[in-house]
């Protein structure tokens, strides 16, 4: 796979290109080239798979500056469609495209995906407690910073949970962040912010290499 030759490459960005919103062909190329230079780095000798998760992450953590451990397991789930534990070429330019350019519509959907741990179409107390948990600074003087944290789920519930069922479902995520979009990352940054984003655009759609 990570010999792909250039005429393969050319028809799956020209076929991913057309699957996938907001990346035309030259992207999609691109962005395989890029994928396969990833794989190419990758010790594993199942590579056929795809991206495994330790590569993954890295590419989350240094490109991308997340930093939280929970979260970056639940990005690598999110892109990873057929779990299978490997990002495949398709799962790498669709993930990329919601993460680099995706409508807010997309990146709703894909933030509470992130958000529900447990997959069970729910964002519950104990899964905002923990995400907040892990993305707070504790202070060294507070006496229980988990009361503080409990504090911050109730108010967090009382202004997104429009249902009062005690968690959040997709409906109450999703008017909540359309009411006020910076609620969109409410727990934990799932997503890179714009100086990423340029840098890796500019990085990933410089000219393809010679033919």
Not at 43 to 54: C, F, I, N, P, Q
Not at 132 to 152: A, F, M, V, Y
């Given at each position: ?168 479902s997709y409906a109450d995520f999703e008017k909540a962040v359309r009411d006020e979009n910076l ?29």
């Amino acid at each position: 796979m990570s010999a792909m030759s250039r005429k393969i490459i050319q028809n799956l960005a020209e076929t991913l290109s057309k699957q996938v919103k907001h990346f035309n062909k030259t992207e999609a190329e691109c962005l395989i080239q890029l994928f396969n230079g990833l794989l190419g780095e990758q010790t594993d000798r199942r590579v056929g798979l795809g991206l495994d998760r330790s590569k993954f992450r890295n590419i989350l953590h240094n490109t991308f500056g997340l930093t939280d451990d929970m979260i970056m397991d639940r990005v690598f789930r999110a892109f990873d469609k057929d779990n299978d534990s490997y990002i495949s070429v398709k799962e790498w330019v669709e993930g990329l495209a919601i993460f680099l350019r995706g409508t807010l519509d997309e990146k709703i959907k894909y933030c509470f995906d992130v958000y529900d741990l447990n997959g069970d179409g729910y964002i519950s107390r104990e899964e905002m407690f923990h995400m907040l948990k892990n993305s707070l600074i504790r202070q060294p003087t507070e006496e229980d910073p988990d009361e503080g944290i409990k504090d911050l789920v109730e108010i967090t519930l009382k202004k997104m949970d429009y249902d009062h069922d005690s968690r959040l479902s997709y409906a109450d995520f999703e008017k909540a962040v359309r009411d006020e979009n910076l609620l969109l990352e409410a727990f934990g940054t799932c997503l890179p912010d714009a100086k990423s984003i340029l840098a890796f655009e500019q990085h990933a759609f410089q000219e393809p290499q010679e033919r």
